[in-house]
Each structure stands twice: as structure tokens, then as C-alpha cells.
């Protein structure tokens, strides 16, 4: 039968990993096949389409108030007119006899604080003029004195202090790190640097004060800054392209640093709850079999065996990582990896259609934590260009792929009955075992024993079982014959009821009343013979 032809949902042609808009650039499933352009003009539009039809509403709303009131306000005018009118006259001339009265009496006290606020004067001009002067001096020093060296990375660290230093030390530490790795990158860049230095400083003094905002919001500010920084180096201070992609590389690992326990997997979204659904769907697949997926890999041979256990590494360093890019830098290690297992297993180059499903098997090994977290936080606040082209953005769409096939894979997926796909998920059963006499002569002893102890265990596992449903069988046999044997015995005993007479008197001696004894002849006496 061949797997392969009548497999679902494993194939993705190339075209489908494109921007649906056509543009050319990688999609992604997060924003619903478009690429990270093309995504933020949609989301634009809908954006300004919901704000247009709020307004809308809102003006109707109130038109519909105003009209209201005015209907019911013209019901009450023609009655208090004559009363309003007179309410008004008399107002105008309470008003005007307690103004002047005010004029007789608030003279003194007006001229008193005029002469107070004279004497006032001198000091509030010293203040002013020596607040002057410290302003000229700091705008002087931060004209004359690069920006890098107005605040110390310490001094940075201490901007959003932890509640518990114990806790954040090992991420306060990496962050101290980073902080002095940009500052000796934008040395190089002179006057640009210090400008990329002030817009980052500035960009992180605004995210601290919108907390509040959504996630999807706060990652719309982070890509208009990724957009405005790279047109600012371009257009303003005319940097090279590839020393423009170098320095966002060192812009979005110092922000996301920084911003990293604000923006990853927060309270506000539902990235954790889909987190443990993903886990949890990879543990009920375990069963799943390369020859399932039709994944071609020998984990027989060494090189491949190591290939696939380096890429399985590599998926799961990814949780560790803090910034975007090295989390995609995770990523293309582990499929490059996996390229290279195809690769020997088949001595020519791999394909994409080999690749996909090689994928799914690793990620289903593997079981990433915080799967969904990851991916989700590389959509929002990696620098979007590496999402779009490249070979980071090829990998991330297939492992997003890779994904959403997980939790999607069905019985036709694998080419399984839906009854034997059931029974594996439930745990019923589990698929054959490879045997350890098919193993190639390269295998590792501690393999071929390992493969036999599991083997024993599965027998073991399998005829405790059965004795444990004999053992339940027999108890409820001894169960039923116990009862039948009561229910016998009584009914016996309802049908054939057991009386009890009273005790009789004992018996006398049987020559006790015979009157005739001295009649009886004497009784025999033994005789001696002698011999």
C-alpha cells in the first residue's frame, strides 16, 4: 500500500506557505496567511473600518438624545415661559447688587496682595533664572556628551526593579550583559549610534506606561518602531543596508531583553491555556511511529540517530532563549539538522516534501514547552523582515505548519482505521514494537538490551493483565457459587424444617425392675483346667 499517496494533510506545496495577498513574502497561520505587511494593512483597514462605525454610531446615539430632549423640552416651554423669564430678571439683579457690594470691601485685601506678590517677585526670578541656568547646563552636557555615557547599564537595570531580586538575578545579569554589548555596538555608529540609543531609551520609557494596552497593541508599537528606526538610519544618516540589518539585530535583542517578562506569555492573553493543550495533544500522540508519518530517517544509523537528537535539542532550547531572533536562530539549527539526517538517510539532497514531515515527527517527540508562547511571541515582536524572506522565515512558517497539522491529525492523517486510532489515543493498545533481531549489526549492545528489557516489560505488562482479569473473573465465580450455595441451603431448609423434640428421661438399668432375678439360674465361674 503506498503511505504516502493516500496521506492527508502531511503535503504543503510551497505556494501555500506564501502571502495569500501575493506579494511574495512568507505567511504565517497567526495572521491568517497573510505576511507581516500585508497583516498590518488588513488589520489597518479593519481597524479604521470598527473606529468609522463606532463614530458613526455614537453620532446617531446622540442625535437620537438630542432629539428627545428637545421634543420634551418643547412640551414644558410654552408653560414656564412667562416663569423663566422673570426667574432671569431676578437673577441679573441679585447678581448685580452682590458685586457691588464685593467692590466696598475686597479693595484692601486686592492691594495687600499685590504688595505681596511684588515683594515675591525678586525670589520667584532668582529660582526661574538659576532653574535656567540648570537647564542650559544638562541640554550642553547631552549635546557634548554621548548618549551612551549619560546613563550606566546599572542605572538602566534599576529602572523596573523586580519585587524580588533573588528571583530576576540570573535575568538582571543577562540584561547588564546586553546593555553593555549594545553600548560598545553603537560606538561604532558615531552619531547615528547615539541616535538609535535615544530612540530606544525613549521607546522603553513609553512602553512602561502602557501596560495596559493589549498584547496585539503593544506589538503594533514595537513593529512601527522596528519601521521607524530602519528608515530613520536609512533615509536621515544614509547607513549601508547590511550595516542597517546588523544594528536592528542589536536594537530588537536590546529592547525584547528589556521587555521580555512584560511581553512573553502574559495574563492578558490565552498563550498558556493553548500552551497545555498543545502538550497535552503531543503526550496523547506518542504512539506515532516515523512510518506513520512517512518520515524518511533511519534513526538505525548513527550520524541520522545523533542528527535527530541535536534537533530535538535545538527545538527545546528555544523556550530559553529571550530575544526573537535567537529564538528563530533555535529554530533554523534544528532544521538545519534535519536536512541533514534526510540527506544521509537517502545520500541526496532533501526535499521540502521530505522535510514537513520529518518536522511534525520532532516536534511530536520532543514535545516543546510552551510551544504556542514561542511562536506567538515571535509573530508579534521579531523584526518582521526576518519573517518575511529568508531562511528564518521559511522554517518558522513550516514549524507553524507543523503545528496547526498536530492539532488537526486525524486517523486518515496516518492512514489508520479510525477504531485502531481511537484505541491508541485512549491507550488501549499501542502499535507493534520493532523487534530487536531486525536491528543492523552497527546497533550499540546497551540498544539491543534496552530494546529486549522493553519487550519483557510489554510482555509482563500484558499477562499481568490477563491474570488480573482472571483473578476478577474467579472472585466473581466464588462470589456466585457462595450465594447459590446459601440460596440452596435455605430454600432446603424452608421446605424441610428442622424440629427439635424435647429431652427425654434417661433409661434405668435393663434388670432394674425385674422382679424375677432370684429365679435366674447363677451366673457362669470361670474353671481352671490344669493341664
Given amino acids: 500500500m503506498n503511505l504516502k499517496s493516500e496521506r492527508r494533510g502531511i503535503h504543503v506545496d510551497q505556494s501555500e506557505l506564501l502571502c495569500k495577498k501575493g506579494c511574495g513574502y512568507y505567511g504565517n497561520p497567526a495572521w491568517q496567511g497573510f505576511c507581516s505587511k500585508c497583516w498590518r494593512e488588513e488589520y489597518h483597514k479593519a481597524r479604521q473600518k470598527q473606529i468609522q462605525e463606532d463614530w458613526e454610531l455614537a453620532e446617531r446615539l446622540q442625535r437620537e438624545e438630542e432629539e428627545a430632549y428637545a421634543s420634551s423640552q418643547s412640551t414644558q416651554g410654552a408653560q414656564s415661559l412667562t416663569f423663566s423669564k422673570f426667574e432671569e430678571k431676578k437673577t441679573n439683579e441679585k447678581t448685580r447688587k452682590v458685586t457691588t457690594v464685593k467692590k466696598f470691601f475686597t479693595a484692601s485685601s486686592r492691594a495687600g496682595a499685590k504688595k505681596a506678590a511684588q515683594e515675591k517677585t525678586p ?11 540648570d537647564n542650559i547646563l544638562r541640554d550642553l552636557k547631552e549635546i557634548f556628551t554621548p548618549s551612551w555615557e549619560l546613563a550606566s547599564p546599572s542605572e538602566e537595570i534599576q529602572e523596573a526593579k523586580a519585587p524580588s531580586p533573588s528571583i530576576h538575578r540570573q535575568a538582571s545579569i543577562e540584561t547588564d550583559r546586553v546593555s553593555k554589548e549594545f553600548i560598545e555596538f553603537i560606538r561604532a555608529y558615531q552619531k547615528p549610534g547615539q541616535d538609535i540609543y535615544k530612540q530606544c531609551k525613549l521607546f522603553l520609557d513609553t512602553m512602561s506606561h502602557k501596560r495596559d494596552l493589549s498584547i496585539e497593541e503593544q506589538s503594533e508599537c514595537a513593529q512601527d518602531f522596528y519601521q521607524n528606526v530602519a528608515d530613520r538610519l536609512q533615509t536621515r544618516w544614509k547607513v549601508p543596508p547590511e550595516k542597517v540589518e546588523k544594528a536592528m539585530d542589536e536594537v530588537e535583542k536590546y529592547i525584547m531583553t528589556r521587555q521580555y517578562k512584560y511581553v512573553f506569555c502574559p495574563e492578558t492573553t490565552d498563550d498558556e491555556k493553548k500552551d497545555l493543550a498543545v502538550q497535552k495533544r503531543i503526550r496523547a500522540l506518542h504512539w506515532v511511529t516515523p512510518q506513520m508519518l512517512c518520515v524518511p530517517v533511519s534513526e538505525e544509523i548513527p550520524e541520522v540517530s545523533d542528527m535527530v537528537v541535536k534537533a530535538i535539542t535545538d527545538i527545546i532550547e528555544m523556550d530559553s532563549k529571550r530575544v526573537p531572533r535567537d529564538k528563530l536562530a533555535c529554530i533554523t539549527k534544528c532544521s538545519k539538522h534535519i536536512f541533514n539526517a534526510i540527506k544521509i538517510t537517502k545520500n541526496e539532497p532533501a526535499s521540502a516534501d521530505d522535510f514537513l514531515p520529518t518536522l511534525i515527527y520532532i516536534v511530536l517527540k520532543g514535545n516543546p514547552p510552551r510551544l504556542q508562547s514561542n511562536i506567538q511571541y515571535i509573530t508579534r515582536f521579531c523584526n518582521p523582515s526576518r519573517l518575511m ?6 522554517y518558522f512558517t513550516n514549524l507553524c505548519c507543523a503545528v496547526a497539522f498536530i492539532e488537526k491529525l486525524d486517523a486518515q492523517s496516518l492512514n489508520l482505521s479510525q477504531e485502531d486510532f481511537d484505541r491508541f489515543m485512549t491507550g488501549q493498545t499501542s502499535p507493534k514494537k520493532q523487534e530487536s533481531d531486525s536491528f543492523s549489526p552497527d546497533v550499540c549492545l546497551g540498544v539491543k538490551q ?34 447459590g450455595i446459601t440460596k440452596e ?8 424444617p428442622l424440629e427439635i423434640k424435647p429431652k427425654s428421661q434417661a433409661l434405668a438399668a435393663i434388670d432394674s425392675e425385674n422382679v424375677e432375678n432370684d429365679k435366674l439360674p447363677p451366673p457362669l465361674q470361670p474353671q481352671v483346667y490344669a493341664g
Fill in 489 to 496: 441451603v435455605e430454600d432446603i431448609v424452608e421446605k424441610y
Fill in 450 to 483: 534496552m530494546c529486549k528489557s522493553l519487550d519483557l516489560l510489554s510482555q509482563l505488562n500484558e499477562r499481568q493483565e490477563r491474570i488480573v482479569s482472571e483473578a476478577k473473573k474467579l472472585e466473581k465465580d466464588l462470589i456466585d457459587w457462595t450465594d
Fill in 389 to 394: 524572506t529568508g531562511e528564518d522565515g521559511y
Fill in 123 to 133: 525670589k520667584q526670578g532668582q529660582l526661574g533664572r538659576e532653574r535656567n541656568a
